[in-house]
């Protein structure tokens, strides 16, 4: 599921967005670094993809050829620790 990664609304269309495209929910750029997946926080200019032109400004819209929406996996409610825990011993 492609999704923002402000609001987690999920994105509808199969195509790539544009750099002006905005999320119908929060109205923040979609076409940015932070849904992106080749984004990471770890890498050299947060990028894992090694020819792309440096960005700055990682939550707004920018021109970079190289972005491909990130696959967001949803989240399943965990376990409140002390359950798990006592689940481990009966």
Known sequence: MKA???????????SKPSRTESCENCD??????????FYDESSYNECHE???????????????DY????????????KPSKKAFDDLFN
């Open 50 to 64: 090694t020819q792309a032109e440096r960005v700055l400004d990682k939550e707004k819209g920018n021109f970079c």
């Open 4 to 14: 923002c990664y402000h609001c987690k609304t999920e994105w509808k269309s199969d």
């Open 67 to 78: 972005f491909n929406f990130r696959q967001s996996i949803p989240q399943t409610p965990k």
């Open 28 to 37: 923040r750029d979609v076409h940015c670094c932070l849904n992106c997946q």
